[in-house]
């Protein structure tokens, strides 16, 4: 089956540091990734949707200049916490897109391990 | 808008319980339904889908019906085992709304032997 990958798994950082996360499709291209942000014990919130090659669209609420996404190519995008502080600590989750013509269809997403973002 | 509505845990069950999660959805279009379940520290993974009316998605023991008429979606399993235990989260899909993903809150099943 189709298999997200992202990097790092953890990650500590101080207060007004910048984190970069990737996220990356290994045996497929998708043209669609999602970002998502989970609190403990919540459900999942969709913080942006990333298109190759073009801007991200980012959900009401998340500001796009504090979370830098880059979809640069078919199999890669990354997220940018830029000057982090302890309320951006939390749990992110990225998912790729499903192709036409695989068994899991366009409406499928494969989700990546996640990244546990802890600011100091 | 799209939504989706899951029964609030957590789920306590004993070893070899019948175990069903309600799960009930609006939209607007046509939705893909699906079950996702995440182990302690882990990453979502897809549990089952179902993407038109009457359609039954089942893996791993676990089976669900998409049921229009009564915009459901109930994840079942007939005997539940401690390696269960998990967060189930219950999600569409809608081609409407640009594929994005809707989540339910998600519930917390613990199995006990």
């Known amino acids: 089956g189709a298999v997200v990958s992202q990097h790092p798994s953890r990650v500590i950082c101080k207060s007004g540091t910048s984190v970069k996360i990737e996220c990356r499709s290994l045996d497929f291209q998708a043209t669609t990734m999602f970002w998502y942000r989970q609190f403990p014990k919540q459900s999942l919130m969709l913080m942006a949707t990333?298109?190759?090659?073009?801007?991200?669209?980012?959900e009401q609420g998340v500001e796009k200049d504090k979370f830098l996404i880059n979809h640069a190519s078919l199999t890669l995008s990354t997220l940018t916490v830029t000057s982090a502080h302890p309320e951006d600590s939390s749990f992110y989750i990225c998912s790729a897109r499903g192709l036409s013509g695989t068994s899991g269809g366009t409406d499928t997403q494969y989700f990546g391990p996640g990244t546990r973002l802890t600011v100091l | 808008g799209n939504s989706v509505t899951q029964m609030e845990g957590p789920v306590t069950l004993s070893e070899e319980a019948f175990l069903t999660i309600n799960c009930t959805y609006t939209a607007t279009g046509y939705p893909s339904l699906f079950w996702y379940v995440q182990y302690p520290g882990e990453g979502l993974q897809l549990l089952l889908k179902?993407?038109?009316?009457?359609d039954k998605g089942s893996n791993k023991g676990f089976e669900a019906t998409y049921r229009k008429e009564t915009t459901s979606f109930h994840l079942e399993k007939g005997s539940v085992q401690v390696s269960d235990s998990a967060v189930y989260f219950c999600?569409?899909?809608?081609?409407?709304?640009?594929?994005?993903?809707?989540f339910g809150a998600g519930t917390r099943l613990f199995v006990k032997a």
């Open positions: 999600a569409l899909s809608d081609p409407a709304g640009g594929f994005k993903t809707i």
């Open positions: 990333s298109n190759e090659g073009s801007k991200a669209t980012y």
């Open positions: 179902a993407t038109k009316a009457d």
